[in-house]
């Protein structure tokens, strides 16, 4: 399959030309064709007459250029024609420095929504142009997908078990308040507008669906493990999420693992600990090469049901301390710190803090550091 992106930016060509080739190289059938953006009008004109699977915008675009906006304004109009079914709806990445996303895109939280992924031209497009391609490749696949099941979709039942690949017994497993919001607007939502709710709200939200890393916490199974790739994607293939973006984000139904779980083992799992777990996920699986998850800290209790959000390391919520940012929906999980993660500056330095309740406990934390 062929996938073209259009790419603006303002840089010099040479610049954007060795980005492009690199990203090019990790997948195949992966093309992107680079431009310096014209004025608006031109622009919308081309995109209306050149057919596209995905744009890639330069967060600042009239810096070095004829063009007189910036990228979320561009955005904001594709949008706009796509609700009005003017214009086809893609994906929309932005790409930027990382002095330029914090002095304009990191304060700008209504425009985020643009966009279906930011990136960093240094740090991700080159240092990790691998994740970058292959990203970019999923989305343009997902939003071919949920096109076409937008347009066959009839009712919200049917646009959940198409939208995410579930049979009718099993939209009974999802949180109510999950399928009122998914279809509470009459009539279809416009395609980036189920791809904002699926990424966000489900892919990159550990809640109905956990990624591999969750998974392993809960299993108590260390994710280096020579058999983990083949507990995952063989024995608990049926609990796979098979919905847009899929091809690059794996993620695995919740509700499945426990169905699974409680037929294999007819314990509860949350009641656990990790080397409790790992002794009967070894001999319901007969995979003998799957090693114990050791706690973070010592000390640290191993009834593991979330990671540090910094780290990616299992731990017990009692022993986490819940991070800032948006508030959750009900079927969704919080996220946490680890206590090393809250003392560490590296916490700080990604942008990942600790909740404004935490601040007793964090003052605690520090107090005893500072005294051992």
């Not at 904002?196 to 890393?213: H, K, W, Y």
């Not at 990671?307 to 508030?327: A, R």
Request: net charge negative; with cysteine.
């Amino acid at each position: 399959m062929s996938l073209r992106y259009l790419y603006l930016d303002d840089e010099q060509e040479e610049k954007t030309k060795s980005i492009v080739e690199l990203l090019e190289s990790e997948v195949d059938g992966l093309e992107i064709i680079t431009d310096t953006p014209k004025s608006f009008g031109d622009e919308i004109k081309r995109l209306k007459r050149e057919e596209y699977d995905g744009l890639m915008f330069d967060l600042r675009l009239d810096v070095k250029s004829e063009a007189e906006y910036r990228a979320f304004t561009l955005a904001q109009e594709i949008r706009t024609r796509a609700t009005e079914g003017t214009m086809r709806d893609i994906p929309i990445v932005v790409c930027s420095t990382d002095t330029k996303l914090k002095k304009s895109y990191n304060k700008d939280a209504t425009g985020h929504d643009l966009f279906d992924r930011k990136y960093l031209k240094e740090e991700e497009l080159v240092e990790k142009s691998d994740r970058v391609a292959k990203e970019m490749v999923s989305l343009a696949i997902g939003y071919k997908e949920i096109t076409k099941i937008r347009s066959e979709a009839r009712g919200v039942g049917p646009q959940l078990k198409q939208f995410f690949g579930l049979k009718d017994e099993e939209l009974a497993y999802l949180d109510i308040r999950l399928i009122e919001h998914f279809g509470k607007v009459e009539g279809k939502l416009p395609v980036h507008e189920y791809a904002r709710f699926i990424l966000n709200e489900m892919i990159f939200t550990s809640g109905p669906l956990v990624d591999a890393n969750i998974l392993a916490a809960r299993l108590g199974v260390n994710k280096e493990s020579d058999d983990f790739q083949d507990l995952i994607h063989n024995k608990l293939k049926s609990s796979i999420y098979k919905g847009p973006f899929n091809t690059y984000w794996k993620r695995w139904w919740w509700h499945s693992i426990e169905n699974w779980w409680n037929k294999k083992v007819k314990e509860n799992l949350a009641f656990m600990t990790a080397t409790e777990r790992l002794e009967a996920l070894k001999k319901a699986t007969k995979l003998d090469n799957l090693n114990i998850q050791e706690p973070r800290n010592e000390g640290d209790s191993t009834y593991f049901w979330t990671i540090c959000e910094l780290y990616k390391t299992p731990i017990d919520p009692v022993d986490g301390f819940l991070v800032q940012g948006k508030e959750p929906f009900a079927w969704q999980d919080s996220n946490y710190l680890s206590y090393d993660a809250v003392l560490s500056p590296e916490s700080k330095a990604s942008n990942i803090f600790p909740h404004q309740i935490e601040q007793e406990r964090v003052k605690e934390l520090i107090k005893m550091n500072s005294a051992t």
